[in-house]
C-alpha cells in the first residue's frame, strides 16, 4: 500500500523554550491515518494535517470502548539524526491488543514504514535538549456507525506525534507510592495486558484518590488475593529484595513492558539474578524496614526509569533509600537513556535510525 502524502501546506509555531514541552501538550504539523473496512482491508494510508476527525454519534468505540493504543519514542542522537527505540515491539504488542480487541492487525513491515514516514516529515520536530523526545502514539479505534454491542467491521487507524519534555526536571525524585487494597486494576482473563483504553478509564477513580491524598502513582494488587503486587498506573515495577531483582510475571494482567524487557536484560547482562515472580505487598511493607528491599523501581517508555521512595499500604508508610535514588536504579536510568539517545553503545539492535 502507497503512502499518499498531503502534508500540512503552512506550519505551526516552533516551541523555542524546550523546558516549557511538558507531556502530550504540544501536536507536531502532521498525522498519519488510514482506514479499514471489512471485506476491503486497510486502505486510504495518508499522512495529512494533524486535525480532528469527523465521527458518528454512534461510532462503536465512543460506546464500547473498542479502542487500542501504543506509547514509543524517537530520540535525538548527538549527530543530528532521529532514532527509534525498539519500535517493532511497540507494533507487535499493537497487534496482540488488537487481536483481543476483535480489531483487525496490521501489517508489521508496512506499519514501521509508516511510522518512520512520518517521522521523516516531522524530523525537525524531534528536540534536542537533554531528556526531551518525540512520543509516538499510534492508536485504532471502531468507527463504525451503528448501537448494537458487537466487533465493529469499520477501524480508524492513526499515527500522533508528541515533542516532549524532560520527565525530570531537577533530577530523578523518588515518588511516593499508594497501594490500593480496595479497587483492582486487571483480573485473570481480563485485556490487563492489553494497551486499551478501558484499562486506564477504569483506574482514574483510584488515581484521582491517590492525588487527593498527597501520593504521586497507585500500585495495583492482584485481583484474586489481593496479595500480590503487579504494576503502577502505566509502569512495571521493579524490586530490589535480598539482592535479587523481582519483577511481577507476565500472566494477562498486566502489560508486557518494553522497558521492562530491556531493563531484564540488562539486569542479567550485570550477573544479577532476576527473578519473575510476585513479591506480596507484606514482602514490600517489611522489606523497606528490615532492609531487605533495598531498592524500588518503576519503567515505562514516559519515565524509562522511575525511582519509589516511599509506600503506603493501608495506614502504614514506610520510606526507601532516604529521599536518594538506588545505585541499581541509577545505572540502569543511565545505561538505558544512554543506549536510547546514541552516548552508549547499542549491541543489541534495539536503535533504528529513522
Ligand atoms: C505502557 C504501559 C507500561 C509500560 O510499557 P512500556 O512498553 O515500557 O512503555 C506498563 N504498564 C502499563 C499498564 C502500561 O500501559
Not at 518512520?116 to 524531534?126: A, C, F, P, Q, T
Request: glycine share 10%; net charge negative; aromatic share 10%.
Amino acid at each position: 500500500m502507497d503512502i499518499e502524502l498531503k502534508p500540512a501546506p503552512v506550519k505551526k509555531p516552533r516551541v523555542e523554550d524546550e523546558s516549557k514541552l511538558g507531556f502530550g501538550k504540544y501536536f507536531t504539523d502532521n498525522m498519519f491515518v488510514m482506514n479499514y473496512k471489512e471485506g476491503v482491508g486497510w486502505h486510504d494510508a495518508r499522512i495529512v494535517p494533524y486535525g480532528p476527525f469527523t465521527l458518528d454519534p454512534s461510532a462503536l468505540v465512543l460506546h464500547y470502548a473498542q479502542e487500542i493504543f501504543e506509547g514509543l519514542k524517537a530520540f535525538r542522537q548527538e549527530d543530528g539524526s532521529v532514532a527509534l527505540f525498539r519500535p517493532l515491539d511497540n507494533i507487535r504488542r499493537f497487534n496482540r491488543s488488537a487481536h483481543r480487541m476483535c480489531m483487525p492487525e496490521v501489517d508489521e513491515e508496512f506499519f514501521l514504514h509508516a511510522l518512520k514516514e512520518l517521522i521523516r516529515v516531522e524530523s525537525d520536530w524531534v528536540p534536542s535538549s537533554k531528556g526531551t523526545s518525540l512520543y509516538i502514539r499510534p492508536t485504532m479505534i471502531a468507527s463504525e456507525a451503528a448501537l448494537g454491542l458487537k466487533s465493529a467491521s469499520e477501524f480508524l487507524c492513526f499515527i500522533i506525534l508528541s515533542p516532549v519534555g524532560a520527565y525530570y526536571k531537577n533530577g530523578l525524585e523518588p515518588v511516593k507510592i499508594w497501594i490500593s487494597d480496595e479497587y483492582v486494576r486487571a483480573a485473570p482473563g481480563g485485556t490487563g495486558d492489553c494497551k486499551t483504553g478501558g484499562n486506564y478509564a477504569a483506574s482514574l477513580y483510584a488515581s484521582a484518590q491517590a492525588t487527593r491524598n498527597g501520593y504521586d502513582q497507585v500500585l495495583w494488587l492482584d485481583a484474586t488475593h489481593r496479595k500480590y503486587v503487579e504494576e503502577v498506573g502505566s509502569m512495571n515495577m521493579f524490586f530490589v529484595y535480598d539482592d535479587k531483582v523481582y519483577t511481577s510475571p507476565l500472566r494477562g494482567t498486566i502489560l508486557n513492558g518494553v522497558t521492562r524487557r530491556s531493563i531484564l536484560a540488562l539486569v542479567e547482562e550485570m550477573g544479577l539474578e532476576v527473578v519473575e515472580h510476585p513479591l506480596a505487598v507484606e514482602d514490600i511493607m517489611e522489606g523497606a524496614v528490615n532492609g531487605r528491599l533495598k531498592e524500588a523501581f518503576g519503567t515505562g517508555t514516559a519515565c524509562v526509569v522511575s525511582p519509589v521512595g516511599q509506600f503506603t499500604y493501608k495506614d502504614e508508610t514506610v520510606s526507601l533509600g532516604n529521599g536518594q535514588m538506588g545505585v541499581l536504579t541509577t545505572q540502569l536510568y543511565n545505561t538505558l537513556t544512554g543506549i536510547q539517545y546514541g552516548t552508549l553503545k547499542d549491541n543489541r539492535g534495539w536503535v533504528l535510525s529513522v
